[in-house]
């Protein structure tokens, strides 16, 4: 059983940023594909980006692409989401997700963990 952390969230104004961070535990961290999701207020949860488990690939909903970064350090057993040029359509609670496959997924289902997520507000 896998535990996911995330911190980091906060208060931002738009076009800064902000760095989410996801420590795990309970399992082999370097098992594990790495994702972020988020879900704003009122609408499904989305895909945001992927991290394969060790060669990092990285993967992006186009609507982040070029704004965010994905990485993770298997060491710290920590996946990190680094959000630049932030706007008011990020404002989300943010969740992080861990999947055994190396299959390219950004469906929910295919995620085995999921963190309790951490809140970002981008004010305009």
């Known amino acids: 059983q896998v535990q996911l952390v995330e911190s980091g969230g906060g208060l931002v104004q738009a076009g800064g940023s902000l760095g989410l961070s996801c420590a795990a535990s309970?399992?082999?961290?370097?098992?594990?594909?790495m994702g972020w999701f988020r879900q704003a207020p009122g609408k499904e949860r989305e895909f945001v980006a992927r991290i394969s488990k060790s060669r990092g690939y990285t993967y992006y909903a186009d609507s982040v692409k070029g704004r965010f970064t994905i990485s993770r350090d298997n060491a710290k057993n920590t996946v990190y989401l680094q959000m630049n040029s932030l706007k008011p359509e990020d404002t989300a609670v943010y969740y992080c997700a861990a999947d055994k496959s190396a299959i390219l997924a950004t469906t929910i289902g295919a995620y085995d963990y999921w963190g309790q997520g951490t809140h970002v507000t981008v004010s305009s």
């Open positions: 309970g399992g082999t961290f370097s098992n594990y594909a």
